[in-house]
């Protein structure tokens, strides 16, 4: 029987009356009223009973016990219903694999193939796969990526999900890296958007460029501000941070993001770094759950646990007075397999029952082979829809009986099948690191991309390695040249930043007026920096002496200060490999040549050195010795 949800009409009403105030009084475009067309396409099966003609096992008793009951929600059926009486009512579904970021933990440095477009599933093909699953009793979607916003159609699909709330859909949620939600957010509001888990893991724009590979720190910022905004007016949108904390790169930044929540309603969620195929996972670079919670009690020494939800990943603990919470998802150390309710669908339409297990089940082709094995577009579902209304109303020329068909039998039991065999837990940290699975960007479908690019950083606390970890040493830890002659040449060019930041205000202003009697200091590190550049090979004892430079770049210039000063200096070389998009790559370099943030509280000096050749190793080298 399906149910009317009067909450969400309810809410979007009061939203819809606060967006129009907020229009008249700051003719904003981005008003929540802003006018957005109106599209109804009903879900398919929208009002197909569950339990007719086909019955559905019953629960059993303790797995009814352990069922957190939702009003109004579908009693959850037994496809969902793992051995170990989880009841799988939370589905994530990958709707694209690109993505307008390259973060180092999410993506392989070589980036990864893209999937064909008809291998990706269509806008009909989830919807129905949603109303599919929420036939059976899901309350709860969450749409990911890759970067679900920059899909073309992401608010006609979140409205075709949206009209599932009529079914017992409760909430319907996005995780996005923010760059372009704050131009769909108002839009997507409208067509039933519930909540937004948004990834940020620094709040240093320089920082930010470097983790991601790209700009836009501000739009990110400017979504977040849109949300609270939002939300005032009384939009109710859940709004999450998700920080992936990595060891040596980003565990400074804990506290000030603690620190947002004291006037802001958000809540910060540490999340410990976790392995996925070519994101060099370690266990040095994991910073664990216990270690976090001991750096923010060293400085609000009464942090207090609060009550966790319901299947929630998440152990949340609350500053008191601040408004904002913080969480920690443990995947690494805690495990929360016990009370896991979540299944995903990839974006090429394979169902995973697990985040870190490898096992997939097509359900894509199953959907497919009425239509010939080609994708279903908008026409193709409406043939189908048409043939299950002729089923259900049992007109001539249609034999089967009233209720699923023959394709959502089989999906069903193939959906059934797989959380069955979900396991009671996923492996070790130990194990985890050795598994093979899909690189996180692809959990969501086989992808990510081009150019090349890879990063390093160094910083003061960097985790040790093990010897046989060093490429310059053997197993047996002797020093040995790296051989080179079995690799190709390639084209390469690498960029190195390094900053010098001044105790007091003095040296900026003798050197800005050319005040020192040695002259222009800054034409003479210059030169400095091309002479070092030419001398690795003899500076550096394992480096190759016999690289050709090919052409060098060295800007050393002064900086302005700011209020904070910068705790930690970074010099991070880039190295692009091949020879196609150079266009693309001397982009990104000139992009990165031009970073001119103020540091430091009496200023200082950003030199940025860049080396070009066509050899058979790469001139890192040479650029972090020209910095230095």
């Not at 809410?11 to 229009?23: E, F, P």
């Not at 910060?268 to 060099?280: A, H, L, Q, S």
């Not at 089967?400 to 837990?425: C, F, S, T």
């Not at 692809?442 to 970890?469: D, F, K, M, Q, V």
């Amino acid at each position: 029987m399906d149910v009317l949800l009067s909450q969400p009409v309810g809410r979007w009403t009061a939203v819809r009356a606060a967006g129009s105030l907020l229009q008249r009084t700051t003719q904003r475009r981005q008003g929540i009223t802003s006018a957005t067309a109106t599209i109804h396409h009903e879900p398919p099966f929208h009002d197909l009973p569950p339990s007719q003609p086909y019955k559905l096992p019953k629960i059993t008793p303790a797995s009814q016990r352990t069922r957190r009951r939702l009003p109004d929600a579908k009693p959850l059926s037994s496809f969902l219903t793992d051995n170990f009486s989880r009841q799988h009512d939370y589905l994530r579904i990958s709707i694209t694999e690109r993505c307008n970021l390259r973060c180092t933990y999410c993506m392989p440095e070589e980036g990864v193939p893209l999937s064909p477009t008809s291998h990706l599933l269509t806008t009909p093909e989830i919807s129905y796969l949603s109303a599919l699953f929420v036939s059976q009793g899901v309350t709860k979607i969450r749409l990911t990526g890759g970067e679900p916003t920059i899909r073309k159609d992401i608010v006609p699909l979140v409205q075709q999900i949206g009209n599932l709330r009529r079914n017992g859909l409760k909430e319907l949620c996005i995780t996005t890296n923010g760059i372009a939600l704050h131009r769909k957010l108002d839009s997507m509001a409208e067509a039933g958007l519930t909540g937004v888990n948004l990834s940020l893991d620094t709040l240093d724009p320089f920082q930010f460029q470097i983790m991601t590979r790209r700009k836009g720190f501000e739009a990110v910022i400017r979504s977040i501000d849109r949300i609270l905004e939002m939300n005032k007016l009384g939009a109710g949108i859940k709004l999450k941070v998700n920080c992936v904390v990595m060891r040596g790169v980003n565990e400074r930044e804990i506290i000030p993001f603690v620190e947002m929540g004291r006037e802001k309603d958000i809540e910060v969620r540490f999340i410990e770094y976790m392995p996925f195929d070519g994101n060099k996972w370690s266990q040095g670079k994991m910073l664990s759950f216990k270690e976090m919670l001991a750096m923010i009690r060293e400085k609000y020494p009464h942090l207090q646990k609060v009550q966790d939800h319901a299947n929630d990943t998440s152990k949340t603990y609350q500053v008191p007075d601040f408004l904002g919470k913080i969480g920690f998802i443990t995947s690494m150390t805690h495990n929360f397999c016990r009370t896991c309710n979540r299944l995903r669908i990839t974006s090429d339409g394979n169902l995973k029952v697990c985040l870190f297990g490898n096992a997939e089940v097509s359900l894509r082709d199953l959907l497919r082979e009425d239509n010939g094995g080609e994708p279903i577009d908008e026409q193709a579902m409406e043939r189908i829809k048409r043939v299950e209304m002729d089923r259900r109303q049992a007109l001539p020329g249609s034999t089967a009986a009233l209720g699923y068909g023959e394709r959502e039998r089989k999906l069903l039991e193939i959906i059934g099948a797989a959380v069955k065999r979900k396991k009671e837990k996923h492996a070790g940290m130990g194990e985890l690191e050795n598994m093979k699975n899909r690189p996180m960007i692809l959990i969501g479908g086989l992808t990510p991309r081009s150019p090349s690019l890879r990063l390093y950083s160094t910083y003061h606390n960097e985790p040790s390695l093990e010897p046989n970890a060093l490429p310059h040493l053997t197993p047996t830890s002797e020093i040995h040249l790296i051989s080179v002659s079995q690799k190709p040449l390639t084209h390469r060019i690498a960029l190195a930043i390094g900053h010098i930041i001044f105790s007091n205000p003095y040296p900026l202003h003798l050197i800005r007026e050319n005040m020192l009697k040695k002259g222009d200091v800054l034409a003479v590190a210059r030169l400095a920096g091309i002479q070092a550049i030419k001398k690795t090979g003899e500076i550096v004892v394992l480096a190759h002496g016999s690289v050709g430079i090919e052409g060098a770049s060295v800007k050393v210039e002064l900086v302005d200060a700011i209020q904070t000063l910068v705790d930690k200096h970074a010099i991070t070389p880039t190295k692009l490999r091949g020879q196609d998009n150079l266009d693309m790559k001397q982009k990104i370099m000139n992009q990165a040549l031009q970073l001119n943030q103020p540091i430091g509280t009496n200023g200082g000096i950003r030199i940025a050195v860049q080396v070009e050749t066509t050899a058979k190793t790469g001139v890192e080298m040479e650029a972090l010795t020209g910095v230095m």
